[in-house]
């Protein structure tokens, strides 16, 4: 490369603990993969024997975060490209700016930044803005998170303060939605205390008496990925739906949840924690199903009118949404129809639109 010419490309890194291939995709690696397609970028990630198809994908051996950073870093100077998107890493961040200073770096914040190591403290979380190019959250609740305690604005400029980008869904890839629907009850999610699964069940052992007709489905595992364990807890959940007449599919792959949602008439997702975005309401969304949520981190900012709201943990209040969806077939056409008019915000040429706009502003480095 020739002295003053800038750097070229994009390179998106991943965590050490993601996985980037069908079956094994987490929903970083989903987001990754959609955004890499858009904009023709280089993906760095851990060592996989096969990965999604059509992108340019360079291992970086090693777990550690040490050993996996030098790695991301040996790509990093090879590749001298002009943007470095680093999700979820940081510390990783900070260093891979001081050492490239001729290539704009971005952090993407997934989850809530007061519990991330190197973000837990305002000095922490002031000290990245003015390092790095921009700060990108998936939600306004996270980046309302992340400026937590930050100094005032004659402290940090305005242009350092952290932007929300909502997560991609592309809508050209999902199965088309049916216009005639099952009759079924859909949770598609981890199987872990703060999704709400419990209160799904609870809800559907209430509900589905005065349902005749209905069903209900659970597809999930502990993890993401076929060899998803078999917790305590996903044991316990799998007896208490059995005992309440719901069907426990287990872990099945991406492709066949969205096809669970492409013809379920009703989709709930449960949440009792606050969820950074919400990307499984948004499939839902996308999908023609019927949508229920919770009022909680991220998720209002995904459906906006189109779902039904309760409160978390509000197992009573689910039954009563899910009766009322069931038993109202032009209300759930009118909250599909809306929630397929909602998702086209969040297509992925939309967002690769405005990320590729934040990559080309200037900030008050």
């Avoid at 790509?75 to 050492?99: D, F, G, K, Y």
């Avoid at 909680?296 to 209040?317: F, M």
Wanted: hydrophobic share 50%; with cysteine.
């Amino acid at each position: 490369m020739k002295p003053g010419r800038p750097p070229a490309g994009i390179a998106m890194v991943l965590p050490a603990s993601e996985g980037f291939a069908p079956g094994r995709a987490g929903a970083i690696a989903l987001v990754v993969q959609r955004l890499a397609h858009a904009a023709g970028a280089c993906v760095i990630g851990r060592a996989e024997p096969a990965v999604f198809p059509g992108i340019d994908y360079r291992p970086a051996h090693g777990r550690p975060p040490l050993i996996y950073g030098m790695n991301v870093l040996r790509h990093l100077l090879a590749l001298q490209p002009a943007s470095i998107e680093i999700h979820q890493q940081p510390r990783l961040a900070v260093t891979i700016a001081r050492l490239m200073p001729r290539s704009r770096v971005m952090l993407f914040i997934h989850n809530d930044p007061l519990t991330m190591r190197g973000l837990k403290r305002a000095a922490q979380r002031a000290h990245i803005m003015t390092r790095l190019h921009r700060v990108i959250c998936v939600s306004t609740y996270l980046a309302e998170r992340f400026g937590t305690s930050l100094p005032p604005a004659t402290r940090v400029s305005p242009t350092h303060r952290p932007i929300a980008l909502p997560n991609p869904l592309t809508l050209a890839e999902l199965p088309p939605p049916t216009t005639s629907r099952s009759r079924t009850i859909l949770f598609a999610g981890r199987i872990v205390e703060p999704k709400g699964i419990a209160d799904f069940i609870t809800a559907c052992a209430s509900a589905l008496p005065h349902l005749p007709g209905w069903q209900a489905t659970i597809i999930g595992g502990d993890r993401f990925g076929p060899n998803s364990a078999e917790t305590p807890y996903v044991a316990a959940m799998r007896a208490a739906a059995k005992a309440a007449g719901i069907g426990f599919a287990g872990y099945r792959p991406h492709a066949d949840v969205l096809a669970a949602m492409a013809t379920a008439a009703i989709v709930v997702v449960p949440s009792r924690w606050p969820e950074p975005f919400g990307l499984t309401a948004l499939e839902a969304l996308a999908s023609g199903a019927a949508l229920i949520a919770t009022n909680t981190g991220g998720l209002p900012e995904v459906t906006g009118d189109a779902a039904i709201l309760i409160d978390p943990g509000d197992a009573a209040a689910l039954a009563a949404a899910i009766t009322a969806l069931a038993t109202d077939d032009h209300a759930r056409e009118m909250r599909a129809a809306a929630g397929i008019a909602r998702a086209r915000a969040f297509d992925t040429p939309v967002i690769a639109a405005r990320l590729q706009t934040l990559r080309g502003e200037k900030t008050a480095l």
